[in-house]
Nanobody, 121 residues
Framework: QVQLVESGGGLVQPGGSLRLSCTAP????????MGWYRQAPGEQRELVAA???????DYADSVKGRFTVSRDIAEHTVSLQMDSLTPEDTAVYYC???????????????WGQGTQVTVSS
């Protein structure tokens, strides 16, 4: 099974930046979708940003213009550059990948353990 390993979380002041990285070290075939979800206390897990192998991106409205998702398909990594962070960005961020197959009729989802991002003064 695909395992995802995250890094880069931490504590940052409002207005600061962080860069999250995720790798799938045991994967040899490109995963159709890789990206990031987050979950704040008492909130549902939500999509933050994702990128497919065809270059399409999807961002939550709340992060558009501030966050940038990027992939190195050959290296099976995905990164999230987070700028202009606010306390509302505080959450556990989870790397996510989806393996789409059978003409798109099936999808396997894989999740990292999560990394804490705290935005506070």
């Amino acid at each position: 099974q695909v395992q995802l390993v995250e890094s880069g979380g931490g504590l940052v002041q409002p207005g600061g930046s962080l860069r999250l990285s995720c790798t799938a070290p045991g994967t040899k075939i490109a995963l159709r979708i890789m990206g990031w979800y987050r979950q704040a206390p008492g909130e549902q897990r939500e999509l933050v940003a994702a990128m497919s192998t065809n270059g399409r991106t999807d961002y939550a409205d709340s992060v558009k213009g501030r966050f940038t998702v990027s992939r190195d398909i050959a290296e099976h990594t995905v990164s999230l550059q987070m700028d202009s962070l606010t306390p509302e960005d505080t959450a556990v961020y989870y790397c996510h990948a989806a393996d789409v197959y059978a003409w798109g009729t099936h999808q396997d989802d894989y999740w990292g353990q999560g990394t804490q991002v705290t935005v506070s003064s």
